[in-house]
């Protein structure tokens, strides 16, 4: 059915998106610089979270140069709260590659966008489309699941060959002569109508081409595999200031935010019971809670794989100098809007400390 009327399923979509698609900014351009920027910040991100940040970063970065000249930490500033900082640190590498590689033009190619770092077979697909109007698709988790439910289709979504069946799949109805509508229409169906729970199928523009409506059977799709293996860590962050200092380090390792600023910290891969106590006989800085009066604030802050379950130990010093280490950083308080910082810490130093930003 699906297949044999695709020019009717196609048209029926791309009416209903005409009248119905949100008005968003990078619908109006065609712009590659413009619509490879908000596709990066869009993933993982809800549209009206990533709406200020968009705006914000095609002001201070309004092309593919400017970009390229800046520093990895203001990048990172820039992006502060967003979560998912290697987007950020790849979106900096990626526009130095494309300055050296391709004289600063995004290429018009799926193939060598493909070899842009950050840019895997969705961007490449939105991007080529988009902005260049090349018949490729794009399939994001709001594809996966609106075709998942049109063909009634089991197959995992969350499989390394997820991408390629499911590329088969939507190249049986896509629109080649309008492949950037298309996208947008079924992207846009995912988003508004065919919810993860609650589809609302009656107003659905397609649902007489649609097998799992048909079948009662939207609630079982799409299917996944995997499901995702939650890590607990404990961290105890020692919070070390005096009357407008505080040390700080940047986080060098290969982990979660990478180049990014936070607190001396001191992990564990279970939670203390007494902290102030059970600290005492760790490293620096933790010998420190012998000698100064402590504060403690905690906090649990949920990442995607983990839970990091955070213990704020505040202590207040006169001299700090003397005890800072080389990996870390003395800075005034009210600088630390320079700093990128996870949204976790800024919370935390929002609640504590006058610092403006
Ligand atoms: Fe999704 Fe329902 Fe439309 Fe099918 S009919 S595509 S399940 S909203």
Redesign the pocket.
């Known amino acids: 059915m699906l297949t044999k009327h695709r020019e009717d399923f196609q048209k029926c979509i791309i009416d209903w998106y005409l009248l119905n698609g949100r008005d968003l900014p990078w619908r109006r351009t065609n712009n590659p610089y413009h619509i490879w920027i908000c596709e990066i910040i869009l993933q993982q991100t809800r549209v009206d979270q990533g709406l200020p940040y968009y705006f914000r970063f095609i002001e201070r970065f309004p092309d593919i140069y400017a970009l390229s000249e800046a520093s990895e930490e203001e990048v990172l500033n820039y992006w502060q709260g967003l979560g998912y900082y290697s987007r950020a640190r790849n979106i900096l590498y990626a526009a130095r590659q494309i300055v050296k590689d391709y004289h600063g033009k995004i290429p018009a190619n799926y193939n060598d966008l493909l070899k842009i770092k950050g840019i895997g077979k969705y961007t490449a697909g939105a991007v080529a489309s988009m902005a260049y109007n090349l018949p490729h698709p794009a399939i994001d988790g709001n594809v996966f ?2 075709l998942s ?2 063909f009634n289709d089991y197959t995992p979504i969350d499989e390394a060959r997820s991408y390629r069946y499911f590329e088969q799949l939507v190249l049986k109805i896509f629109d080649e002569n309008r492949p950037s509508l298309f996208n947008q229409s079924i992207i846009e ?2 988003a508004l ?3 993860p729970r609650n ?3 009656k ?5 007489k ?5 048909k079948n009662s059977s ?1 609630h079982l ?1 799409p299917v996944k595999k995997q499901r995702i293996h939650v890590r607990n860590r404990y961290f105890y962050y020692f919070v070390i200031h005096d009357h407008d200092q505080i040390i700080l380090r940047k986080r060098q390792n290969e982990d979660i935010w990478k180049m990014m600023y936070d607190f001396p910290l001191i992990e564990f891969d279970y939670q203390l019971k007494n902290p102030v106590e059970e600290l005492k006989t760790a490293p620096w800085p933790a010998p420190l809670l012998l000698h100064y009066p402590s504060n403690i604030t905690l906090v649990k802050h949920v990442l995607t794989h983990q839970v990091l379950h955070i213990c704020f130990v505040r202590l207040y010093i006169e001299q700090l100098k003397p005890l800072v280490p080389e990996s870390h950083i003395i800075v005034q308080i009210k600088n630390l809007y320079k700093y990128p910082m996870p949204k976790v810490i800024v919370d935390f130093l929002k609640k504590e400390f006058d610092f403006g930003r």
């Open positions: 699941r609106v439910r049109l169906l995912g109508l065919c919810l589809p609302n199928c107003a659905c523009p397609v649902n081409f649609c097998i799992a409506f939207q799709l």
